[in-house]
């Protein structure tokens, strides 16, 4: 960790003036060679802290923390550090297979012991979008009835279901947004229909996306 001060001081900026975004990774904070990050909890904790307290993220809109699957000693110190700070709430996401769906509930549990509301689910590869004529086929199919039969028993919303989409890992290789290059495609609709559904669960102002993107707006 010796050269985490500089590292973790600012957080790596992306995007146009309409796709500001800052990023954190634990790459950041370690030593840049290939190997892998091999840590036990309390610097796995103390790094956590680092991010919460020592980065300097600038006036945001939004903190996106993205966990690791589980129910582990990591969301337990997120939870405890951002109580403080005011906790929205967190987004849980899964795929549609019932192993998948199994670990998802004990996450849903886990919110609702520690007092994090649950905005909502998000079903990820929710059949795949076709790049040439957008038709969407299931293949992972629900055979317990997926993330929407899991929210109606459970009594949590279901936020979205993104379609496999091909184009979106080559965006992200490219480090350019998939839903400005492909606007048309399902996957891109889902993406800003779950954006605007999260915020206005955490009561965030600005015109819709969705309805951005239907009048020709770039966002």
């Not at 990591?74 to 405890?80: A, C, G, K, P, Y």
């Not at 039969?149 to 350019?176: F, S, T």
């Not at 606007?183 to 965030?204: F, G, H, M, T, Y």
Request: hydrophobic content about 40%.
């Amino acid at each position: 960790m010796s050269q985490s001060t500089d590292l973790c001081v600012g957080a790596a900026q992306s995007g146009g003036p309409r796709h500001q975004s800052h990023c954190g990774t634990a790459s950041q904070c370690a030593s840049q060679d290939p190997h892998s990050v091999i840590w036990r909890g309390p610097r796995k904790n103390g790094l956590i802290k680092q991010f919460l307290r020592d980065v300097d993220w600038g006036a945001l809109d939004v903190l996106l923390v993205d966990t690791p699957p589980g129910t582990s000693d990591e969301h337990l110190s997120i939870v405890q550090l951002l109580k403080e700070a005011g906790l929205d709430g967190a987004v849980v996401v899964t795929t549609p297979q019932e192993v998948a769906l199994l670990d998802v509930r004990k996450e849903i549990q886990f919110c609702r012991k520690v007092g994090v509301p649950i905005l909502g689910v998000v079903e990820n590869m929710a059949g795949f979008a076709c790049p040439r004529c957008q038709t969407v086929t299931e293949i992972f199919p629900p055979t317990t009835g997926g993330a929407e039969r899991m929210c109606a028993d459970m009594n949590v919303p279901m936020l979205a279901r993104i379609p496999l989409d091909p184009r979106i890992g080559q965006c992200c290789d490219e480090g350019v947004s998939f839903v400005t290059r492909h606007p048309e495609s399902p996957a891109a609709n889902a993406l800003r229909e779950l954006v605007d559904r999260i915020r206005l669960q955490i009561n965030l102002d600005g015109e819709p996306v969705a309805a951005a993107a239907a009048s020709g707006v770039e966002r």
